[in-house]
């Protein structure tokens, strides 16, 4: 399939907020995904947006969605140590159900 | 809830011997599991979508005479790597899509695979 878009890596000082920004490609997604997978572990999911809203806030995590220009972004506020991790992004495409991932973020929080 | 689990966590085996990879909804029916596999520092690449008393639609390039699927209930889809080879070696991941939930998906927390 297309490829969803992200930035490989993201640095940020413990404490500090973080932005990880996605493009999708489907505009017919219905839902959009942030995973987190930490070092050999598998993905958990964090939040997920439905196309017709534009935010979602979840305790420290906020989802903002674009649809005109395909645009997810998650932001992390006072962020930890223990938020380094890849965060995936994805999308459900209108072919089906499976998820259509991004490449991964990086973020590497420093004390 | 919604916990999906893999079994083994890690396998190591000879070439040429065949592998065997649990995947179980615990808490919920899944009717649609999914298959992925993730090389080092790369994204998740689908596999193949499995359904519940019937066969598995693969993505193009991955051979089903060597990634056998069966999802024999709604709480179990089994991935065997037949006669495995050293390129096989990799992290495999299942998800479940909750029965009657079409955009609930829950990872399983992977399989590392290595073949020597």
């Known amino acids: 399939g297309e490829d969803v878009e992200q930035s490989l890596f993201l640095s940020v000082r413990e404490g500090d907020s973080s932005v990880i920004n996605c493009t999708y490609t489907?505009?017919?997604?219905?839902?959009l995904y942030w995973y987190k997978q930490e070092p050999g572990a598998g993905l958990q999911l964090l939040t997920y947006?439905?196309?017709?809203?534009d935010m979602k806030q979840d305790q420290r995590l906020t989802v903002l969605l674009n649809k005109k220009d395909k645009h997810l972004s998650l932001r992390i506020a006072d962020t930890q140590t223990g938020d380094s991790a890849i965060y995936f992004c994805?999308?459900?495409?209108?072919?089906?159900?499976?998820?259509?991932f991004g490449k991964g973020t990086s973020l590497l929080v420093t004390p | 809830g919604a916990v999906v689990s893999q079994h083994p966590s890690w396998v190591i085996c000879k070439s040429g011997t065949s592998v065997k990879i649990e995947c179980r909804s615990l808490?919920?029916?899944?009717?649609?599991m999914f298959w992925y596999r993730q090389f080092p520092k790369q994204s998740l690449m689908l596999m193949a979508t499995?359904?519940?008393?019937?066969?598995?639609?693969?993505e193009q390039g991955v051979e089903k005479d060597k990634f056998l699927i069966n999802h024999a209930s709604l709480t179990l889809s089994t991935l065997t790597v037949t006669s495995a080879h050293p390129e096989d070696s990799s992290f495999y991941i299942c998800?479940?899509?909750?029965?009657?939930?079409?955009?609930?998906?829950?990872f399983g927390p992977g399989t590392r695979l290595t073949v020597t």
């Open positions: 998800s479940a899509r909750v029965s009657g939930s079409p955009y609930e998906q829950y």
């Open positions: 489907d505009s017919s997604s219905t839902y």
């Open positions: 947006i439905f196309s017709n809203m």
């Open positions: 994805a999308e459900i495409p209108n072919s089906g159900y499976a998820l259509n």
């Open positions: 808490d919920f029916q899944a009717t649609t």
């Open positions: 499995s359904n519940e008393g019937s066969k598995a639609t693969y």
